[in-house]
């Protein structure tokens, strides 16, 4: 994303709104659509993206930097006798985008065909648009901004002697208008909010050696981000439990996923069960639709239409409508992942899932993570995972890990220097519990979960 200092708004004046740029962004996707339309294309579709936002970073509770961010561009996709082009353009008038329209026409008519390739089927259309509240705007100031960081670094260092340093905090806000139509007659746009607060933190053990670790909030409101001290108070904690770490000897033992590497963890079915994925038999999960995966009490929603949530949206980058679906049904892998050119290959329908995933919602075990931590007795909490030692193929996971060895229900020290291991699998179906405490902070709304055993690599 660019940075624009010349055209930044001094410290004390508020960001401007981008929801009055929202029409002509529509009026540009028209023209752009309606100049394909002239040249004998098959079809066509233009997506436009516009940011802006203002970011603050503190250290040692100083200002380090601010930075004023406005950006956007134009995509444009023509079809022409089953042929793709692509182009796209920052400027916006109506002279650069005809320009942009030619430039893409010209380049699929020197393409390959491929028969699978064009818009989502017009029936798929999103016909409800609903205001699903993604769009919050604050008006706010750096001088405030960096107020937050500063209270939020200002907490942390208070906290304990054993906290020698920050790492810094930043504070964030920005917003966002998408518009995207295409030659079915779609034609939609919205805007969009999004708030965050992250502190990190520096702590030093009795031998010198160090740790950090951080927190962070955000919100889609800014009223609803936590309070910075707050943050700064879980970054401290955090930060201090991990002092004086140690390695753990070689074994098999229980794993709990905090909830935020939990999230992780699911991330990859969405790897395994997306249609690219499926259709160039990359994916250990091939062949496994309406099979058992996952333990037969396990489920996940897909839930688009939240209301203010971080991942809600009426309908994906191709104008296909999102909807309510159950991802895994009681351990049963119930839908793949896919996009128009996906569903083609494979001979299946479009999901709407061009662009990502719509607000995962787990099951839970009705049990907070420090019950999961009483019921794994014995085993290895995962606070942080390192590495991308993750075959999609065959499912093999290895990854550098740190957190927390428990004995008895309770935890004893903190845990560096290890290596978890397993199959995908193998770690899916042995999920022994999740957590009613959901960490609402991603797209994948989860607890913490709790794996029956993985192999640890320590001493």
């Known amino acids: 994303m660019a940075s624009h200092p010349s055209s930044a708004p001094s410290a004390s004046e508020p960001t401007p709104r981008i929801d009055s740029e929202l029409s002509a962004l529509k009026d540009a996707v028209a023209v752009a659509l309606e100049y394909a339309k002239t040249l004998g294309t098959t079809a066509a579709e233009v997506a436009i993206s516009k940011q802006q936002g203002l970011s603050v970073s503190t250290r040692d509770k100083e200002v ?87 209270r939020a670094e200002a907490a942390s260092l208070s906290v304990d002697s054993r906290i020698r340093n920050s790492d810094g905090a930043t504070a964030n806000a920005h917003t966002a208008a998408k518009v995207y139509g295409n030659s079915h007659g779609f034609l939609n746009g919205y805007c969009s909010s999004r708030y965050s607060l992250s502190c990190v933190v520096i702590g030093e053990e009795s031998d010198g050696n160090m740790q950090r670790d951080y927190d962070y909030t955000v919100a889609r409101k800014y009223q609803d981000l936590l309070a910075p001290e707050s943050v700064g108070l879980q970054a401290a904690n955090k930060t201090l439990s991990r002092l004086d770490a140690r390695k753990i000897a070689t074994a098999k ?69 999102t909807q309510d679906r159950r991802i ?64 999609g193929v065959t499912g093999d996971y290895s990854r550098g890990a740190a957190g927390f060895y428990v004995e008895n229900g309770e935890v004893l020290y903190p845990v560096e220097e290890i290596t978890i291991a397993g199959n995908l699998k193998d770690m899916f179906k042995g999920i022994q519990g999740v957590g009613k405490d959901r960490d609402l902070r991603s797209s994948i709304r989860t607890g913490g979960i709790l794996l029956s055993e993985m192999k640890i690599a320590g001493n």
């Open 253 to 321: 033992m229980p794993v709990l996923f905090a909830p935020e590497i939990a999230t992780g963890l699911m991330g990859h079915l969405i790897g395994a069960i997306s249609g690219s994925s499926i259709y160039r038999k990359s994916s250990f999960l091939l062949d496994a639709l309406h099979t058992q995966i996952f333990p037969d009490w396990f489920s996940i929603e897909e839930q688009p239409h939240l209301l203010g949530a971080l991942a809600s949206a009426n309908y994906d980058s191709e104008g296909v409508g």
């Open 328 to 391: 895994i049904d009681r351990g049963n892998l119930e839908t793949y992942l896919l996009t128009s050119y996906s569903a083609r290959k494979l001979g299946m329908t479009n999901t709407g899932h061009a662009g990502g995933i719509y607000n995962w919602t787990l099951s839970h075990t009705n049990q907070t993570f420090d019950e999961l931590v009483k019921a794994m007795d014995t085993g290895l909490i995962v606070t942080e995972v390192m590495g991308q030692g993750v075959n």
């Open 64 to 150: 380090e930097t601010v930075e004023f961010n406005k950006d956007g561009a134009l995509g444009i996709t023509v079809y022409r006798d089953g042929r793709k082009g692509n182009s796209s353009t920052s400027d916006l008038s109506p002279q650069a985008i005809r320009e942009a329209v030619r430039a893409a026409d010209g380049i699929a008519k020197y393409t390959s065909e491929d028969p699978f390739s064009g818009l989502a089927d017009p029936a798929l259309m999103a016909q409800h648009i609903r205001d699903l509240q993604l769009y919050h705007p604050q008006d706010i100031n750096a001088q405030e901004l960096a107020q937050l960081a500063i």
